[in-house]
């Protein structure tokens, strides 16, 4: 009890924030006290500090070490911006890094990103602040725009109201090659949450009061450009293909409604129509219980807008803009579709636009080892390369000859040369280019949906997942299943049993179960990257003869035997 408060009134001492320390002043009080809530409140602000990854920092706002705060961050401000000095002295330069930072709209998101300034120009690097909250994709792009060694950019996605976060992208000196503008990966992770624990305190710490640049609108014109020119230069028959689509959207209160207008009307869609009620950002999310457009729920406004208005799409970002989510009408009821679904739909697209350009032997279409296999057979019907990855666009992105990547959860970099990750703005280009141009030839997403059903079967995914409470039952969940797999699931036979943390098909180890059966159904096991939960990633194929409502009907029955037997191994 002691230790703890000890370790508190430290904490305490050491934070730049009033607010923070009588937030903690009040857990501590309650504590000693002997409330029960708050000595386990109190226990978990101090159960260790917020882990540094490949995801950088994501966690709850509040006081503590294990809580996202203006002293955490300044703490990982300052490993960071050690990290940058010394990469670049590595290489012979003593000079300063340059740094820019990007911010979303959610609580503290600013003053997290204006602290993150000041340390880094305390430390002598040169920090650029975007001019205000803009998607994650606008920080991506800044960061190999403006050849930066680093960008920051501080979100929690789609997470619950009361997180942030803390993402960080290496490029410029810092990384070269196709990992230039990326999310970091190992070892750049480790090494920086070395340096971030070697900070003695928050006091110790350099910070500038003034001294980084604020920079102008031109950097969020240019990218809005760029992304817009995704679609291509329009003829006239293209310009007023667009013109006709009506196209609803949700930024989910996030920081992308206005970017992801200017960019499509860029392009030339112009029958533009927002969820009034989502529209403008707020960290609070009060009309959404997750604000996470794969949601139950997430997108019903939207629905019920494009069901008004009669539109012919609807494309929903997540409040970082980086994914998005389609829904059209299939079988006279409007639906979202799959990620799986859209990143297939993408990837016949930029597959076609290769081809059609005179082909690749370097063009790679790439996907994470968790989504669908089908972007492989698309690869190979157009004689480009297919390459699975790890979860996480800190993967896909560093794809060599990368041209097209996607990953299920709704990620889609349509554009790795602009935006070295997924990108929910320059996705919603291409989704509704491709909209435009099948009403102008009088068909529908439906439609070519089914058309790469014939071409290459009913390839159908669907997720199961297992949330918990305490992050600490999750090891002994995968202890489980990899010491005791299932022998069959869906009726069929497990033919094949592999261990992820071996390596699997070439890729690092990573904490997962692969399996495969008889009837050629795939499950692959993983806990989440960002969230407490287990996830199930199911696919099944059926063959298409002629008829596809048949072979879909086929796919949904051996899913659901095959989806009752993996909640069952999950205990759900």
Known sequence: MT??????????????????????EAVVAAHRAGDAEASADLADRFRGPLEFGTAGLRGRIGAGPNRMNRAVVIRAAAGLARYLTDALVEIGIEGPARVVIGYDARHGSRQFAVDTAAVMTGAGHEAMLLPRTLPTPVLAYATRALDADAGVMVTASHNPPQDNGYKVYLGGRAVTGDGQGAQIVPPFDAEIATRIAAVESVASVPRAEAGWTTLGDDVVADYVAAAAAVAGAPDDADASARAAIRIVLTPLHGVGGDTVEATL???????????????EPDPDFPTVDFPNPEEPGAIDLS???????????????????????????????????????????LG????????????????VLANSIVSSQQL?????????????????????????????????????????????????????VMVADLVAELKSEGRTLADAIDDLARAHGVYLTRQVSARFADVAE?????????????????????????????????????????????SGARVIIRPSGTEPKVKAYLEVVAPVDGDVDSARASAERAMQSLEADVREALGV
């Not at 059609?356 to 032997?361: E, I, K, Q």
């Not at 602009?418 to 703005?425: A, H, I, N, Q, R």
Request: aromatic share 4%; proline share 5%; charged share 25%.
């Open 348 to 363: 016949e697209r930029v597959a076609q636009r290769v081809e059609r350009d005179g082909g690749s032997t370097t063009a």
């Open 265 to 279: 009307r860029a392009a030339g869609f112009t029958d533009l129509h927002t969820v009034a009620e989502q529209a």
């Open 3 to 24: 230790d703890l408060v000890d370790l508190a009134e430290a904490w305490i001492a050491d934070d730049p924030d009033a607010t923070a320390r009588a937030e903690l």
């Open 474 to 518: 999750i090891p002994a969940l995968m202890t489980r299943l990899l010491a005791d797999p299932p022998a069959s699931l869906g009726g069929s036979p497990v033919t094949s049993t592999d261990d992820m943390n071996d390596g699997f098909r070439g890729l690092l180890p990573t904490n997962g179960l692969h399996l495969s059966t008889e």
């Open 303 to 345: 629905l019920a807008l494009a069901e008004k208005l009669n539109a012919d799409v609807v494309i929903a970002n997540d409040p970082d803009a980086d994914r998005a989510a389609v829904a059209t009408v299939i079988d006279g009821q409007w639906r979202m579709l799959h990620g799986d679904v859209v990143g297939s739909l």
């Open 376 to 428: 492989a057979r698309i690869a190979e019907r157009h004689g480009l390369a297919h390459a699975n990855t790890l979860t996480g666009f800190k993967w896909i992105a560093r794809e060599p000859g990368l041209v097209y990547g996607y990953e299920e959860a709704l990620g889609y970099c349509v554009a790795p040369d602009l935006v070295c990750d997924k990108d929910g703005l320059t996705a919603a």
